[in-house]
Every structure is written in C-alpha cells, then in structure tokens.
C-alpha cells in the first residue's frame, strides 16, 4: 500500500512559466514533509522541507503548500528553468525523533522544462 | 568534504553471487541507511544504522544483510543475489534520522545492480 503518492509520473513545463508537482499521503501521523530533486546517475538531493504546523514554507523559487484536511502537498517552482529538470521525489515522516522515524517516498514526477 | 561516497558505480553478478555494496561518509554522521530504487516504486528502505554497532531493519531487508563497525562504514552485503535485487542501490547519511527541520539525508550517487 503506497502511503506517499505521486499521481503524475511526467510533466512538461515552458521555461520562465510555473511548475506544479503534486503529492497525496494516506498517513494522518506523518508530520513532517521534504522534497528531493534527483538527475540522472546522481543520488537525490534535499531541495526544501515543510512541517505539519505551517501551511506554507519558501525558498527562493521553490515554495511547497500543505494542505492536511487534504492530505496533500504541492512543490511550487516559479520561473521554471531547463535546469529544474529532473525527477522530484516526495517524502513524509513522523515527527517523533527516534529510531523508528522513518522517511517514505514517493514514486517521483519527472518535470521537464522546455526551453 | 567528499560526502557520502559509493562503490561500486555498476555492477553485474549472476544469480547465486554474493558480493558487498560499499558506502563511506566524511561528515561525522550517526544516521545511516541504505535504499533501493525500482520503477514505479521510489525509494524504499532496506535497513539503517542509528549509530556504530546499532542496525534495524527497513521496509524492504530480505536479502540483505548489514553491519556499522565504524562511524564512516556502511556496507550492505547481499549473500545470494537474485535477478529480483537488480536495482539502482542508495546509501544516505544524516545528522539525525534526517526527518527533522535542520536534519536532512545526505545521498550517495547510487550503485547500478543487474543480476543475471
């Protein structure tokens, strides 16, 4: 059963336009979200995290929305650039510390930026 | 800093094989884990490390078999390879469990796994 869910496996955006990436979770106990941007042949790199008591956290371009009635965030990327190409992995957690906290991603949206 | 070094890059073993994936970090962190990475399927959890001489299984551990002798090692050894383990292998490294505002995994550039 997929906790982390990413619906979109591919998506096209014009450079200089916004990009959307979408994530669902099923978990009502994850309290803690991040994003990660992985090109190819590379391991994913952090790119920006939220936590369940905010709504909204931003950096630079890159802002990411939660919405938890929903059970649903979105990463924002505004202008896009051909450089933003590349997988996004969505990832949740709960917030307990501990051992047994533990990070679970989703299946990826690769984003292509169309110069 | 190196970061979170992985060898080796590719590899290709028959079935039956055994053979060690290693990892290696500069960064002084305690947290350490391995993943795997499948088409359609993300990144998945095989077993992780809290500290040296402390190991715990992942979402995904048969198979794999892990031990954390020192702060920097991490190997992940798989005793029997089975064409179902071919897959793209991760190590990450974090301060903490990586899941805290200020903690995050560091990654390694993956190992390439085919078995035949």
């Known amino acids: 059963d997929q906790q982390v869910k990413q619906n979109s496996p591919s998506l096209s955006v014009q450079e200089g336009r916004i990009s959307i990436l979408n994530c669902d979770y099923t978990n009502s106990m994850f309290d803690y979200f991040l994003w990660y941007k992985k090109y190819p042949a590379e391991g994913p790199t952090f790119l920006i995290s939220?936590?369940?008591?905010?709504d909204k956290n931003e950096d630079g371009r890159f802002t990411v929305f939660l919405n938890k009635s929903a059970k649903h965030l979105s990463l924002h990327i505004v202008p896009s650039q051909p450089g933003d190409s590349a997988v996004y992995f969505c990832a949740a957690s709960g917030l307990r510390g501990g051992a047994t906290n533990k990070l679970i991603f989703g299946t990826g949206t690769l984003l292509a930026v169309q110069p | 800093n190196a970061g979170v070094t992985q060898t080796p890059k590719f590899q290709v073993l028959k079935t039956g094989q055994s053979m060690t994936l290693q990892c290696a970090q500069d960064m002084n962190h305690e947290y350490m884990s391995w993943y795997r990475q499948d088409p359609g399927m993300g990144l998945r959890l095989i077993h992780y490390?809290?500290?040296?001489?402390?190991?715990d299984q992942g979402e995904v551990p048969n198979g794999y078999n892990v031990s954390r002798s020192t702060t920097e090692d991490f190997p992940l050894r798989l005793l029997s390879a089975a064409p179902s383990q071919t897959s793209v292998y991760f190590c990450?490294?974090?301060?903490?469990?990586?899941?805290?505002?200020?903690?995050?995994?560091?990654f390694g550039p993956g190992t390439r796994l085919t078995v035949l």
């Open positions: 990450a490294s974090s301060r903490g469990t990586g899941t805290g505002d200020g903690d995050t995994q560091y």
């Open positions: 939220i936590s369940s008591i905010k």
């Open positions: 490390s809290v500290g040296a001489g402390i190991t």
